[in-house]
């Protein structure tokens, strides 16, 4: 399967569609992706209000910089219908749908999609969907939900619902998530889509937001999702390249570069033999870094 | 002409929110009690974003009550777009909003 497209999804902020206050905060923060929600943050009694203020506040304010996102009410909910015709007349780049469990609730999601785009004159296919995974169900369909549609733009997981679902205890060491975080990964990899971590729930420990934040970088996560503005630029810079990764790649891909010059089949740096995957990682992280807005001398962006 | 059946409220009394209470006021027209802070500056503005929404929205007898607290325009407007549709009982009919950006 092809890798996925390079977009920057590192960090996720949520803004509550019961706080007028909250949405229009939330533009003023670093985070890559600003998720309009309607639905756990807002109260049952509020519902048709959110819809309201999101698709007002986002007709008149929408901010230009980020990837907007929606999130809807669950598919089974009473909400979802008037969420989704609300949310595709925002037109959002994507929409966030909580609790999925399989590839036929994502036909279903993309059918009414297909339906509200044409009728609201909105270009067939532009609005992705964001799974969220918050069951053990969801886990073990992982794949097959992010290979459901070339809708499915990422899969989130949700670790606080998941964990319920589990009957285990949510902990800041998280092994009780570690499969499921490699599950959703690997789903997501084998049909190139991108994936989003959990959260770390305390906003007031940054040491060990921190350490939860090199644990989602080392596993290979796009992106974390973040509760509070406080833990956006931890999160942001421990998924932007450092100097040292950045340098490192420019030097692999100067090698093979020197190698394919002179013809030689066997290129190594350092001792180390250069192959594909090391290649495929130096593209990744000039990829990002090229996303991130980092200025690097050469042409090590178009290799 | 869409007509309200109850009393309705929406919005809080948070900062840069606003708390509208609607009443039906049966042949009686529009009475708009306004209470902000910023009256002085943005009253007019706010009356008229007001009056303009209830017109859109067919509304023509009602008591609107309004407890600013800084509110901007989008949200005053989502506000009484709220109350309006709990006081005459209605779902909002979202595929309006779609006729009304291809004019």
């Known amino acids: ?303 | 002409m869409l007509e309200l059946k109850k009393v309705a409220v929406s919005g809080t009394l948070e900062s840069s929110d606003v708390q509208i209470v609607l009443e039906p006021n049966p042949g009686k027209g529009i009475q708009i009690d306004l209470e902000s802070d910023v009256k002085l500056q943005f009253g007019d503005s706010i009356l008229e974003t007001v009056k303009k929404t209830l017109k859109k929205m067919e509304v023509e007898d009602a008591v609107v009550r309004i407890n600013d607290k800084g509110a901007i325009d989008c949200t005053i407007v989502a506000r009484l777009q709220t109350a309006v549709c709990r006081a005459a009982g209605i779902r909002y009919d979202w595929n309006k909003e779609a006729l009304n950006a291809s004019r």
């Open chain 1, 1 to 303: 399967m092809p890798a996925a497209k390079q977009h920057l999804f590192r960090t996720s902020l949520y803004a509550s569609g019961a706080s007028p206050v909250n949405m229009q905060q939330a533009v003023f923060y670093n985070e890559d992706c600003i998720v309009y929600d309607m639905e756990d943050s807002v109260p049952q009694s509020e519902k048709d209000a959110a819809r309201f203020m999101i698709y007002n506040m986002l007709r008149e304010h929408r901010p230009l910089e980020k990837h907007v996102q929606i999130r809807v009410n669950g598919l089974y909910t009473p909400y979802f219908a008037e969420d989704m015709q609300a949310a595709v007349l925002c037109r959002p780049d994507a929409i966030r749908v909580p609790k999925v469990e399989s590839a036929e609730e994502v036909h279903k999601i993309c059918a009414r999609l297909d339906e509200l785009e044409k009728a609201y004159g909105v270009e067939q296919g532009s609005i992705k969907i964001w799974c969220l995974i918050e069951s053990h169900i969801g886990v073990l369909n992982a794949r097959e939900i992010a290979g459901a549609s070339e809708r499915v733009e990422a899969l989130v997981l949700g670790a606080e619902d998941f964990t319920a679902s589990m009957h285990a205890t949510r902990t800041k060491p998280g092994w009780e998530v570690f499969y499921a975080r490699n599950m959703v990964l690997m789903g997501c990899r084998a049909e190139g889509k991108a994936c989003i971590d959990v959260v770390f729930s305390d906003i007031n420990d940054l040491e060990g937001l921190k350490e939860d934040a090199r644990m989602t970088k080392t596993m290979g996560f796009d992106g974390k999702t973040t509760i509070h503005p406080r833990q956006v630029d931890t999160v942001n810079a421990m998924l932007t390249p450092t100097q040292k990764e950045i340098r490192y790649a420019m030097r692999v891909l100067d090698a093979i570069r020197e190698g394919e010059k002179n013809n030689k089949g066997a290129v190594s740096l350092d001792g180390n033999m250069l192959d594909v995957p090391v290649m495929l990682r130096a593209r990744n992280v000039m990829a990002l870094a090229k996303a991130a807005g980092l200025k690097i001398e050469g042409d090590y962006y178009d290799m």
